[in-house]
């Protein structure tokens, strides 16, 4: 059974970056695709990124050229490198783990608990 954990979350300054980090552990971790995802107060889940096995990324138009997904095969660690923050991305972000190459969320079966991000001046 595939297991998530997130963890970088933080509160930062507009301008500011993060790095989020998601380990996954399971046999067949490396099957699947693995996204991020944010949900801020009283907003729908939002899709972010998503990583392939082999490395290949899509990126929503809405942060594109801010977050950059990527992955270390080898420790299972897919990271959320964000720049440019900014306060309308305060959300709690989350890694996902599922077998279609989309952003809907609910094509993710497996869940982290999520990550706080705080962007305030």
């Known amino acids: 059974q595939l297991q998530l954990v997130e963890s970088g979350g933080g509160l930062v300054q507009p301008g500011g970056s993060l790095r989020l980090s998601c380990v996954a552990s399971?046999?067949?971790?490396?099957?699947?695709?693995i996204g991020w995802f944010r949900q801020a107060p009283g907003k729908e889940r939002e899709g972010l990124a998503c990583?392939?096995?082999?490395?290949?990324?899509y990126h929503a138009d809405s942060v594109k050229g801010r977050f950059t997904i990527s992955r270390d095969t080898y420790q299972k660690t897919i990271y959320l490198q964000m720049t440019g923050l900014q306060p309308e991305d305060t959300g709690v972000y989350y890694c996902?783990?599922?077998?279609?190459?989309?952003?809907?969320?609910?094509?993710?079966?497996?869940w982290g608990q999520g990550t706080q991000v705080t962007v305030s001046s």
């Open positions: 399971g046999s067949t971790a490396d099957r699947y695709i």
């Open positions: 996902a783990a599922g077998l279609g190459w989309t952003l809907l969320s609910t094509y993710y079966s497996s």
């Open positions: 990583i392939n096995s082999s490395g290949g990324t």
